[in-house]
């Protein structure tokens, strides 16, 4: 493997821990200012990274209206799948904690800009770029990344059975869906655009239901 390459993508996955530094920190009232610096610091480290691998495996950017339709239809798809889901299980860990968070007005904001632009923005980079890279291994890779994804977004919880198979369910099948579209495209722009329509679809659904 190409040493900067490799070096790029153990970058990417180091953003990720520094974005979950940076929201303890936000979380901290005496500390918020430097949360909100190490999350925009991960952001713009994780564009940054993400603009030099593609630089380096030598791909051409898509173009974004070749992928419209297939992200809107996918979009209504896993929507109505996880309405199906919610019906069967309770809010999870992960969710509970969001909610929580977005009711309290000094971290209402903060969460918002979290959750529908960094945390997309941060995880594509890490969970895609950093995990699957050029995708030479697509389907192992692939699993890896979609485990770690469902790991960073399940907290341990007193759901019953059921209710945390279906919530690690609906995180899988996002994960593969973002997995595929990395494979097809290998462009993080695509991913990315995606991902953040997802949690602000996620956002908005929330709050009027």
């Given at each position: 493997?190409?040493?900067?390459?490799?070096?790029?993508?153990?970058?990417?996955?180091?953003?990720?821990?520094?974005?979950?530094?940076?929201?303890a920190?936000?979380?901290?009232?005496?500390?918020?200012?430097?949360?909100?610096?190490?999350?925009?610091?991960?952001?713009?480290?994780?564009?940054?990274?993400?603009?030099w691998y593609?630089?380096?495996?030598n791909?051409?950017l898509s173009?974004?209206?070749?992928?419209?339709?297939?992200?809107?239809l996918?979009?209504?798809?896993?929507?109505?799948?996880?309405?199906?889901?919610?019906?069967?299980?309770?809010?999870?860990?992960?969710?509970?904690?969001?909610?929580?968070?977005?009711?309290?007005?000094s971290?209402?904001?903060?969460?918002?800009?979290?959750?529908?632009?960094?945390?997309?923005?941060?995880e594509?980079g890490?969970?895609?770029?950093?995990?699957?890279?050029?995708?030479?291994?697509?389907?192992?890779?692939?699993?890896?990344?979609?485990?770690l994804?469902?790991?960073?977004?399940?907290?341990?919880?007193?759901?019953?059975?059921?209710?945390?198979i279906l919530?690690?369910?609906?995180?899988?099948l996002?994960?593969?869906?973002?997995?595929f579209l990395?494979?097809?495209?290998?462009?993080?722009?695509?991913?990315?655009?995606?991902?953040?329509?997802?949690?602000?679809?996620?956002?908005?659904?929330?709050?009027?239901?």
């Amino acid at each position: 493997m190409n040493v900067k390459k490799a070096f790029c993508r153990f970058l990417l996955i180091l953003m990720f821990f520094v974005e979950q530094l940076g929201l303890a920190f936000v979380l901290i009232k005496t500390k918020t200012l430097i949360g909100i610096a190490l999350l925009l610091g991960s952001v713009i480290g994780v564009i940054f990274l993400q603009m030099w691998y593609q630089r380096l495996i030598n791909v051409k950017l898509s173009r974004f209206s070749k992928y419209i339709k297939f992200i809107v239809l996918t979009l209504i798809v896993l929507l109505i799948v996880e309405e199906v889901i919610s019906q069967f299980s309770s809010t999870s860990a992960n969710q509970q904690l969001i909610n929580h968070l977005l009711k309290d007005q000094s971290t209402k904001w903060i969460m918002m800009v979290l959750g529908i632009i960094i945390a997309p923005i941060v995880e594509e980079g890490t969970f895609r770029t950093g995990i699957m890279g050029n995708t030479k291994h697509p389907v192992i890779l692939g699993t890896i990344s979609t485990v770690l994804f469902v790991c960073a977004h399940m907290v341990s919880t007193n759901q019953s059975l059921i209710s945390f198979i279906l919530n690690i369910t609906a995180y899988a099948l996002i994960s593969a869906v973002l997995c595929f579209l990395y494979y097809r495209t290998k462009d993080w722009r695509v991913n990315t655009v995606f991902h953040i329509s997802w949690n602000l679809l996620a956002f908005v659904t929330s709050a009027i239901f």
